[in-house]
């Protein structure tokens, strides 16, 4: 399904001051953008408006201060564009949209940058957009990795995977991101991209409780090969469409690259990058439950949010509905919400592993 949206112009608004919305705002005023910035607070926005760099997250970017323009309403930055980056955690998407209402986003195209599910809901941030804001799934698009925000501030060649159903937006929108630090990729999976996006968080928490456990090289990697073919296995329930490995459909028109597989960046590429980067703050947070953290413990220790963490409770309800085979997630959320010890949560994992 194509939508043309040619001659469209994009002027961009940036949600959220962390670490992504951060690497982000870089990226496209690296390439000419002016961005409208919404950031909650204050004292930041006054501080990036003197100084022009985020204090906070990626400090080391230096921004020219001409490039943006900074608020604290979402609805001031909302306004002043036409296509949304959405960059806060998912367990904040309700608390930050609150103060808006359908109209608001009418006639936008929605980006989503977070990678996780709605906390208590259990839903996709496209499902609570279209529910409680009316926006069609032909106005939203997906912006994923794998690609570290840590690694873009150093300009580390990264790639990033753009998908949406209206693939001629999609890639009108990957250009606005290529740089010679950025190359990008257009997928037209755009429910899969997103489920393998959750997915990967609650494995890295796994990968890092396994570091903290003080298993090795030889188990981790037979850990994560075998979470590969769990979330393979769950993305097939539904029906995401680029999971064969060795196989690729008709070449990208435009770019003449092969076709996405379950082989590529977006997929299998960011799982590794999630539970091997000492970047990964779900491998980082997992790590601390691993050495005999609490959660609370680890929660307060860490200045940034791990989406597996919610993830892990969200796919858990999703897949009793599912049905798909998942003793490595689902023991991770044993871990992490019902105060199974690690240890424990593990030899039973290494039962079920091939």
Known sequence: ??????????????????????????????????IHWWIRNTETIDYMRQRG????YLSSVNFDKTRFSLYPEIGQAIAQANTLIVGVPSAYIRESFAALKPEDLTGKKIVSAIKGLIPGEDILLNEYLEREFDVQLSDYFAVLGPCHAEEVAGEKLSY??????????????AAHFST??????????????????????????????????EYGDNFLSVFIANCADEMAGFLKKFGAEH??????EEEDPVTHRKS???????YLGDLLVTCYSLFS??????????KGYSVQAAQLEMNMVAEGYHAAKCIYNINRKVGAEMPIAETIYQIVWNQVKPSEGFRQIEQSLI
């Open 1 to 34: 399904m194509q939508a043309n949206s040619a001659g469209l112009t994009h002027t961009f608004a940036i949600i959220g001051g962390g670490s992504w919305a951060t690497a982000l705002a870089k990226i496209l005023t690296d390439n000419g953008h002016h």
């Open 160 to 173: 990033l995977t753009f998908s949406g159903v209206d693939l001629t937006t999609t890639r009108q929108l």
């Open 260 to 266: 996405s597989n379950y082989a590529a960046s977006v």
């Open 180 to 213: 010679p630090y950025i190359n990008t990729v257009v997928n037209g999976d755009i429910l899969g991209v997103q489920y393998a996006a959750v997915l990967k968080n609650i494995y890295a928490l796994g990968a890092g409780i396994a570091r903290g456990l």
């Open 53 to 56: 760099h985020n204090p906070h």
């Open 281 to 290: 703050r779900n491998r980082t947070f997992g790590q601390m439950i691993g």
């Open 243 to 248: 999971i064969v490995v060795g196989e690729h």
